[in-house]
């Protein structure tokens, strides 16, 4: 099938496979990156490597920003919107906050172009696996004109109006930080209780208390791989969001609070900015030590 000209800026963990996977479709995919020597290689794929946002989103039909926060996402709009095509359609597939992805669609309305937030889970993995999560908000017909290639990247679903997308994506990783941290605690449980951990998740697989957290984030723990596929920092960035949203709503998150504390602690006095967010395991064993 023919898709339309896209545009891929940022090309960290997750945008390298993202941009990988659409240039191995046949998608015409033009990348960018603040360090060039990140996107670089994915010219091997087919991928042209812009110099600049402008120049990445000159003439592209389609523009997909995956970022570390809202306040850039903007600001890259600020820069590129004099490049802009009108009736382009952007993606913002960014993990950010809904207010921040509706005044992102307001500004590019301005502008006659279109706007989805999109944000993914799934992890390095999914993303090179081309299986995400994909929960995209904004106008159904704007869905429709993107499933094509969000289906090159995983699995699409419309969740609603703009801001929907993103207050999903809230949803999604106050359940994968809650659950971070009773994996946590049960892996620790086992160890020093003298079960064997490997065991303990092989006999619980397709149980009720299975998942993919316990599964791979468990094995992370009890064999001390803390490389990241899911960064701390973004952890805790995406938890203080999910608690303003709370916030602004009326709703009080007990369990939220409590480990968005203990993302905190990793983060600012362990070192654990830059590990995968199983690294919660860590913060848990310290507390451990700390009581013995």
């Known amino acids: ?9 940022g090309t960290g963990l997750m945008g390298f496979p993202m941009a990988r996977n659409l240039a191995r479709a046949g998608v015409p995919v033009t990348v960018w990156n603040r360090t060039v020597t990140k996107a670089e290689p994915l ?14 989103v000159t003439g592209a039909d389609v523009i997909i920003t995956m970022m570390s926060d809202g306040p850039t996402v903007l600001a890259v709009i600020g820069e590129v919107s004099r490049s802009l095509s009108s009736g382009a359609l952007w993606i913002d597939m960014s993990s950010t906050k809904p207010g921040e992805a509706r005044e992102a669609r307001a500004i590019l309305s301005e502008l006659g172009v279109g ?20 929960m995209a908000g904004g106008e159904a017909a704007d869905f ?8 090159v990247m995983g699995r699409p679903v419309h ?20 659950t971070i941290g009773a994996v946590a605690e049960a892996m620790l449980l086992a160890e020093e209780g003298g079960a064997d951990p490997a065991a303990l998740r092989a006999a619980l697989k397709g149980g009720f208390a ?21 960064l701390s920092k973004f952890q805790l960035k995406d938890l203080d969001n999910v608690l303003h949203e709370a916030g602004a709503t009326g709703v009080t998150l007990p369990m939220v609070q409590d480990v968005r504390d203990r993302f905190a602690h990793f983060v600012d006095h362990m070192d654990g900015a830059d590990r995968d967010h199983s690294g919660l395991y860590l913060e848990l064993k310290a507390r451990q030590e700390g009581a013995a």
Do not use: Y
Not at 1 to 9: D, G, P, S, T, Y
Not at 218 to 225: A, C
């Open 159 to 178: 969740v609603g109006p703009t801001g929907a997308g993103q207050l999903s994506k809230l949803c999604n990783q106050a359940i994968v930080a809650v």
């Open 115 to 134: 706007f989805l937030d999109a944000p993914v889970s799934g992890g390095t993995k999914g993303a090179e696996a081309a299986s995400l999560a994909i």
């Open 1 to 9: 099938m023919a898709f339309e000209k896209v545009a891929l800026l």
């Open 43 to 56: 010219a091997d794929d087919g991928a042209a490597v812009a110099a600049s946002t402008s120049a990445a």
């Open 144 to 151: 429709d004109r993107a499933r094509a290639v969000l289906e």
């Open 210 to 230: 299975d998942s993919t957290i316990l599964q791979q984030h468990g094995e992370r723990m009890t064999t001390g791989n803390f490389e990241p596929g899911g």
